[in-house]
């Protein structure tokens, strides 16, 4: 079982790579972003302690006798942090006492003093080096060396007060802007790596799609490749075994009617041929015409059966040209029919299946309404869009789908004088769809009928 699940693809050995690459990405992220993420990745100002060892300072400075207060404030300093103790009436201590402060970060300064004070004292100032105090002489610091200190002072119950000078930066974001960046970096990498697992799991899934999609256009292409997951594998294994038994069905129908259309010719010569021995002349007039009827539409399902069975080669060739073929044809014959189009449209398809194709809508226009537009709309993917434009009556709306339809005719005495015994569309139909295109009519709001044929780009 094992051996199966690690060494087979499968769906869920792909589940459990890709979760666990994503796993790996995810640390390697994180690691990467601590490594280079300078002040966003320190810990939070509280985490560091940095308020609680100020406070303590500041509680033991206030505790002591004023002649012990400022030994004890040097000798408080650390590498990181640095103390001074000024009385009342200093230079220093009159700074700080005039000095103009934000007060938003008085009021963050105490914020992170409060859980360690008794009480908040008359005055608290919170800066940093752009502003003048800082700059003034006797600050226990070298402002040569540290150039981003960051500056704590409150005044004591007697008017000294008591300053704290952080040297530099060692604490990261406050705790909500952590919380938010957390938050947006977490929500990124969820979305990246989700994109990734659910990209390699669902684009088997694409591929079984698209290979089905084709092959429901275009039932005579080859096997879909069996490649994929264990899974997908044995999809596409009953699939392609289906198509080959639709296949030999469908060859087996057209077969065996086509032969049966064959056969009917002999019993049809041999009802001519007695035909002449009958002397009523208005008797034999409508059999023959019978005749001819029937030969017609035997005639016709072969040529529909002969298309079903055998596949013109696609070839490259230039469709305006063809178009412009069949309008000068039909206007030799002394119908006006125009093609609108470039003058060169290169397509890979059977140029004399499309001829048969379009000549029967051609033709299906004139008889029908008059003399059609043919106008060709290349795309730049390779598709082409061709409407064969009539300004004639239209058709009936519930007609605009059913004429594809076998031996459907709008007459419906079947007169053979007024059309043919109805399979041009529906093999024209079958051909555009066999390529992976589409055929439609739809009736104009001016009058006259588009057939609109699509022909697929190269796949």
């Keep these: 079982m094992s051996r199966t699940l690690f060494l087979d693809d499968t769906i869920t050995r792909r589940l459990i790579v890709t979760v666990a690459l994503a796993a790996g990405v995810t640390l390697l992220l994180i690691e990467l972003f601590f490594l280079f993420g300078g002040r966003w990745t320190k810990p939070d100002i509280q985490e560091t302690g940095l308020p609680a060892q100020v406070a303590t300072v500041i509680r033991m400075t206030q505790a002591a006798p004023a002649a012990s207060r400022q030994a004890l404030t040097q000798a408080a300093a650390t590498d990181q942090l640095r103390f001074g103790w000024y009385p009342s009436g200093s230079s220093i201590a009159t700074a700080l006492l005039h000095g103009q402060y934000r007060p938003a970060e008085i009021e963050q300064g105490w914020d992170f003093l409060k859980p360690y004070l008794a009480h908040r004292p008359e005055r608290l100032a919170v800066f940093q080096e752009d502003n003048p105090v800082s700059q003034l002489p006797g600050m226990p610091y070298d402002r040569s060396v540290f150039h981003e200190s960051y500056f704590a002072a409150l005044q004591c119950d007697d008017g000294s007060w008591i300053l704290c000078i952080a040297l530099q ?5 406050y705790a909500f802007e952590r919380f938010c960046l957390e938050a947006v970096l977490l929500t990124l990498w969820i979305i990246a790596v989700s994109a990734i697992a659910s990209r390699q799991l669902s684009r088997p899934i694409e591929h079984l799609a698209y290979g089905v999609r084709n092959l429901g256009a275009q039932p005579r292409l080859m096997p879909l490749s069996e490649e994929g997951p264990r899974e997908i594998r044995l999809v596409v294994e009953t699939i392609n ?9 469908v060859t087996d129908r057209t077969t065996m ?10 019993p049809l010569t041999r009802i001519r041929l007695r035909g002449e021995f009958i002397d009523d002349t208005d008797q034999q007039k409508l ?3 019978d005749v001819d009827e029937m030969q017609a539409m035997i005639d016709g399902a072969l040529s529909f059966f002969r298309d079903d069975a055998l596949r013109e080669e696609n070839t490259m060739f230039d469709l305006s040209n063809l178009l412009q073929t069949i309008a000068y044809d039909y206007t030799d014959q002394g119908h006006d029919v125009r093609f609108i189009g ?10 004399y299946a499309l001829r048969r194709v379009f000549s029967n809508l051609v033709e299906n226009a004139i008889k029908y309404a008059t003399a059609p537009q043919i106008v060709l709309s290349p795309a730049p993917d390779g598709s082409a869009t061709i409407i064969v434009r009539d300004n004639g009556p239209g058709l009936p709306e519930a007609a605009l789908q059913t004429v594809f339809e076998p031996y459907f005719r709008l007459d419906k005495s079947r007169n053979r004088q007024t059309g043919g015994v109805g399979l041009g569309l529906t093999s024209a139909r079958t051909i555009i769809r066999a390529l992976g295109g589409d055929i439609a009519m739809t009736n104009r709001e001016q009058g006259g009928l588009d057939v609109c044929v699509f022909l697929p780009g190269p796949r």
Aim: charge should be positive; avoid cysteine.
């Design 257 to 266: 009617l086509a032969a049966i259309s064959h056969d009917l010719r002999t």
């Design 169 to 173: 930066r060692f604490w990261g974001l």
């Design 241 to 249: 075994a289906m198509q080959a038994q639709i296949r030999k069905f």
């Design 287 to 289: 059999l023959f015409r």
């Design 342 to 351: 470039p003058d060169r449209t290169g397509y890979n398809g059977p140029p």
